[in-house]
């Protein structure tokens, strides 16, 4: 099988696990896994489509600057220089992005902080961090609507091979050295957010409840 073959496989396999989680609301979301290296091509999701939907014209072939490799009508992703800009600054070889309304509210409430931080967490091992006292701090950075800005705002937190960014109020884009890694690093994320999210509404539960206890 040719390694475009493979990669059309690998990235329909997580599409259909995204899926069956319900993260396309809307037709919201985009995934991407490099092909190649110098001169580099990668596979986008195609624009505009239903993600929950599988179809022969999911994902098309694109170069270093998004555009289309070769003749075809697909529509690479709206947001396909953000996944050129990983792909530019880092090893990485799978890029995730999803719209949650985990990761939308995590990111609206921890915004104006420019990051959320996560500690004594189990899920952060996700992230290769096994110290005890690991800490992980995820960016967060303003939903511009001009695609090039957003971009190159995204270019700035790529640091590692494997990582994650939120976009306030629109989605969070991850990426990891391969599939495997970039669906692993995107689910310990959404664990984290809706974790923090559960914690929160509980100890404002019960504030409330000993609140009343004490009037
Ligand atoms: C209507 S969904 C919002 C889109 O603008 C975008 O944020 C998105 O995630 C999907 O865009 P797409 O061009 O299909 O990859
Ligand atoms: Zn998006």
Same mark, same amino acid.
């Given at each position: 099988?040719?390694?475009?073959?493979?990669?059309?496989?690998?990235?329909?396999?997580?599409?259909? $696990? &995204?899926?069956?989680?319900?993260?396309?609301?809307?037709?919201? @979301?985009?995934?991407? /896994? %490099?092909?190649? !290296?110098?001169?580099?091509?990668?596979?986008?999701?195609?624009?505009?489509?239903?993600?929950?939907?599988?179809?022969?014209?999911?994902?098309?072939?694109?170069?270093?600057?998004?555009?289309?490799?070769?003749?075809?009508?697909?529509?690479?992703?709206?947001?396909?220089?953000?996944?050129?800009?990983?792909?530019?600054?880092?090893?990485?070889?799978?890029?995730?992005?999803?719209?949650?309304?985990?990761?939308?509210?995590?990111? $609206? &409430?921890?915004?104006?902080?420019?990051?959320?931080?996560?500690? @004594?967490?189990?899920? /952060? %091992?996700?992230? !290769?961090?096994?110290?005890?006292?690991?800490?992980?701090?995820?960016?967060?950075?303003?939903?511009?609507?001009?695609?090039?800005?957003?971009?190159?705002?995204?270019?700035?937190?790529?640091?590692?091979?494997?990582?994650?960014?939120?976009?306030?109020?629109?989605?969070?884009?991850?990426?990891?050295?391969?599939?495997?890694?970039?669906?692993?690093?995107?689910?310990?994320?959404?664990?984290?957010?809706?974790?923090?999210?559960?914690?929160?509404?509980?100890?404002?539960?019960?504030?409330?409840?000993? @609140?009343?206890?004490?009037?």
């Amino acid at each position: 099988m040719s390694v475009v073959l493979t990669r059309v496989h690998e990235l329909a396999e997580i599409k259909e $696990e &995204l899926a069956a989680r319900d993260w396309f609301m809307g037709t919201s @979301g985009n995934l991407a /896994i %490099k092909v190649q !290296d110098s001169p580099l091509q990668f596979l986008v999701t195609a624009s505009g489509k239903d993600k929950r939907k599988k179809t022969k014209e999911d994902f098309l072939l694109v170069d270093g600057e998004g555009n289309p490799v070769g003749a075809t009508q697909l529509k690479p992703s709206a947001e396909t220089l953000l996944h050129c800009e990983i792909y530019k600054r880092s090893k990485a070889g799978c890029s995730l992005h999803v719209h949650t309304v985990a990761n939308n509210v995590i990111s $609206e &409430l921890y915004g104006d902080a420019g990051k959320i931080v996560f500690q @004594g967490q189990e899920l /952060i %091992k996700a992230f !290769d961090r096994w110290e005890e006292d690991a800490e992980l701090q995820i960016p967060i950075i303003y939903n511009y609507a001009h695609i090039p800005t957003l971009a190159s705002t995204l270019g700035d937190f790529v640091k590692e091979d494997k990582g994650a960014v939120l976009i306030r109020n629109h989605g969070i884009t991850v990426w990891g050295k391969d599939g495997f890694e970039a669906k692993k690093i995107l689910e310990a994320c959404e664990f984290l957010f809706q974790y923090q999210l559960a914690l929160i509404q509980a100890k404002a539960g019960l504030l409330a409840s000993t @609140g009343a206890l004490n009037n």
